[in-house]
């Protein structure tokens, strides 16, 4: 059901791969709750063409942008205004990517200038989307961004390798960008720490099913899924949330509150019968 929480909000959507993406969720609930927006994603990850045929359904347009690539996004935020008639009200920051993750290298080899380029693609593009953003006065007043992270920036799990750093970092700049916009122009920036999810990103480190099943025992509401995950987006970025700035957020079914559930309990005593 859509209420038009977005009627009239001009927006910018990162990360839509396919439609297991969380930004490919948001995209069609934003279209649903009235919002106009341009589509983005890395042009290598344009190659695989899915990204059209959510353009078609969304009636959006699609400006090509490396996240690494400050030219790029200096593009990005202008022609989305271009395009879209004005300032931009939401921006979705849904980039996540490591390459010692992806090559399983562990944790205590490292190839450093893989974490590098992990860090500048899952966290430092955030900061660079919002530097660009204010340096070319792209966002209206009340703007609302949006950035994609996991628990494992507060707790370690052995599988998330260097991911770990990255949504560390990727929250910290959301506060310390979060008081400046702010303070500037009431502009607001969060994040939102998702339960796994089935999406090329997620699917693509070790183990992950086994973490999947894991979080879907611990979490009294059970995992929670992509669609809703965008809903809850849709909510950061409606005016119904205009004074939640420079968060985490939880949307994880309970799972970060729960010290052991009793789904969890029972399987260990089976095991130990
Ligand atoms: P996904 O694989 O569909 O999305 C990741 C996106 O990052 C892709 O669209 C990819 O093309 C884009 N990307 C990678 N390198 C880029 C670059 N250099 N420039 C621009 N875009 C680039 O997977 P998913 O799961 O939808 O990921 C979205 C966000 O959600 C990521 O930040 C991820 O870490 C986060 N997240 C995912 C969870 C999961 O279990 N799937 C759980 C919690 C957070």
């Given at each position: 059901m859509a209420y038009g929480l977005l009627k009239g909000k001009r927006g910018i959507i990162s990360g839509a791969l396919d439609e297991n993406s969380i930004a490919w969720q948001v995209a069609l609930k934003a279209k649903e709750e009235g919002a106009i927006f341009t589509l983005t994603n890395a042009p290598i990850a344009m190659r695989m063409g899915a990204i059209n045929n959510l353009a078609e359904q969304c009636d959006a347009q699609i400006i090509p942008a490396d996240a690494t690539s400050v030219e790029d996004i200096e593009n990005l935020f202008s022609k989305s205004t271009e395009i879209l008639g004005g300032k931009i009200d939401f921006v979705l920051h849904s980039i996540g990517m490591s390459l010692n993750v992806r090559k399983n290298k562990e944790y205590g080899d490292l190839n450093y200038e893989w974490m590098q380029k992990g860090l500048d693609i899952s966290a430092i593009s955030l900061h660079k989307f919002l530097q660009v953003a204010e340096k070319q006065d792209a966002l209206n007043e009340w703007a609302s961004v949006v950035a994609l992270s996991y628990i494992a920036a507060q707790r370690t799990y052995s599988f998330y390798g260097d991911m770990a750093e990255a949504k560390a970092m990727l929250e910290s700049i959301a506060r310390s960008y979060g008081y400046r916009y702010g303070k500037a122009k009431n502009v607001r920036v969060n994040t939102i720490s998702q339960s796994?999810?089935?999406?090329k990103a997620g699917s693509g480190i070790e183990g992950f099913d086994a973490f999947y099943e894991f979080a879907q025992k611990m979490s009294p509401l059970g995992n929670a899924k992509a669609e809703d995950c965008a809903n809850y987006a849709i909510s950061m970025f409606s005016d119904l949330t205009r004074y939640v700035t420079m968060q985490n957020l939880y949307h994880d079914g309970g799972y970060s509150a729960t010290g052991i559930s009793e789904d969890l309990v029972q399987m260990i005593q089976q095991q130990n019968q």
């Open positions: 796994p999810t089935v999406t």
